[in-house]
């Protein structure tokens, strides 16, 4: 278990560093480098890591975040690619969708946790236990470990300051509830734009961005399918 065996950032989870401090550490690009080439075996390894714990969720909003059975972590999030994908199909088809209303959300549920904490993150890199609450957003993630039985992660969260969130458990149940939502907003009508989108992001495509979900809608059309 990496959590625990150190208080500073910068050897437990040097990707964040930057977040965080403005320390400059010789050795930070190729621990960055390190890591990118360990999360493309992770990602070759597990499908989840390739949907989601691979810098993909980045920005996406933190609907809610709490402690079950005060040690497993319940994150509830808002998912951002599907919501630039919904708000690029509603504009290009003149659609009457609120836009303000469309949520499509995911949940995170740990199972087995050995450790959860929130923490904050001194100028020097000292990491500091702090009051568990509701975060606002998400940014970024360093997954430590990511083997069976198990997932160790440092979530880079935020809420008018950046937090450091530490998780080493067992398991991580996903459920995707954006389909059932994007039939509730869109009907059957667009069902092929939602099944190419999810298809695409399931092999890894990075789609957390409005001009390439434009650019995915132009290719949908292009290839001519049953629309």
Same mark, same amino acid.
């Not at 390190?34 to 075996?41: A, D, F, R, S």
């Not at 734009?193 to 434009?214: A, I, M, P, V, W």
């Given at each position: 278990?990496?959590?625990?065996?150190?208080?500073?950032?910068?050897?437990?989870?040097?990707?964040?560093?930057?977040? @965080?401090? $403005?320390? *400059?550490?010789?050795?930070?690009?190729?621990?960055?480098?390190?890591?990118?080439?360990?999360?493309?075996?992770?990602?070759?390894?597990?499908?989840?890591?390739?949907?989601?714990?691979?810098?993909?969720?980045?920005?996406?909003?933190?609907?809610?975040?709490?402690? &079950?059975?005060?040690?497993?972590?319940?994150?509830?999030?808002?998912?951002? /690619?599907?919501?630039?994908?919904?708000?690029?199909?509603?504009?290009?088809?003149?659609?009457?969708?609120?836009?303000? %209303?469309?949520?499509?959300?995911?949940?995170?549920?740990?199972?087995?946790?050995?450790?959860?904490?929130?923490?904050?993150?001194?100028? $020097?890199?000292?990491?500091?236990?702090?009051?568990?609450? !509701?975060?606002?957003?998400?940014?970024?993630?360093?997954?430590?470990?990511? %083997?069976?039985?198990? &997932?160790? &992660?440092? @979530?880079?969260?935020?809420?008018?300051?950046?937090?450091?969130?530490?998780? /080493?458990?067992?398991? &991580?149940?996903?459920?995707?509830?954006?389909?059932?939502?994007?039939?509730? @907003?869109?009907?059957?009508?667009?069902?092929?734009?939602?099944?190419? @989108? $999810?298809? %695409?992001?399931?092999?890894?495509?990075?789609?957390?961005?409005?001009?390439?979900?434009?650019?995915?809608?132009?290719?949908? *059309?292009?290839? !001519?399918? $049953?629309?």
């Amino acid at each position: 278990m990496k959590i625990g065996t150190t208080n500073r950032i910068q050897k437990l989870a040097p990707s964040l560093l930057g977040t @965080f401090t $403005e320390i *400059e550490v010789p050795d930070y690009i190729r621990a960055t480098h390190t890591y990118h080439e360990k999360i493309e075996v992770y990602k070759n390894r597990n499908e989840q890591v390739t949907k989601y714990f691979s810098g993909q969720m980045h920005d996406w909003s933190i609907l809610e975040m709490k402690k &079950i059975n005060r040690k497993d972590l319940f994150l509830r999030l808002n998912d951002y /690619s599907t919501l630039e994908f919904a708000y690029a199909l509603i504009r290009k088809k003149g659609l009457s969708i609120n836009e303000s %209303e469309l949520m499509f959300p995911i949940e995170f549920n740990s199972s087995g946790t050995i450790h959860l904490s929130l923490n904050t993150v001194g100028n $020097e890199g000292t990491i500091s236990p702090c009051r568990f609450r !509701q975060m606002q957003d998400y940014l970024y993630e360093e997954i430590l470990v990511w %083997e069976e039985n198990q &997932i160790e &992660i440092a @979530f880079n969260f935020w809420k008018r300051n950046s937090f450091l969130l530490l998780l /080493s458990c067992s398991h &991580i149940e996903i459920k995707e509830y954006q389909g059932q939502a994007w039939r509730e @907003f869109f009907g059957k009508k667009y069902d092929v734009y939602y099944h190419y @989108f $999810e298809t %695409e992001r399931n092999k890894g495509r990075f789609l957390t961005d409005y001009s390439l979900c434009q650019l995915l809608i132009d290719e949908i *059309e292009s290839l !001519q399918l $049953e629309l």
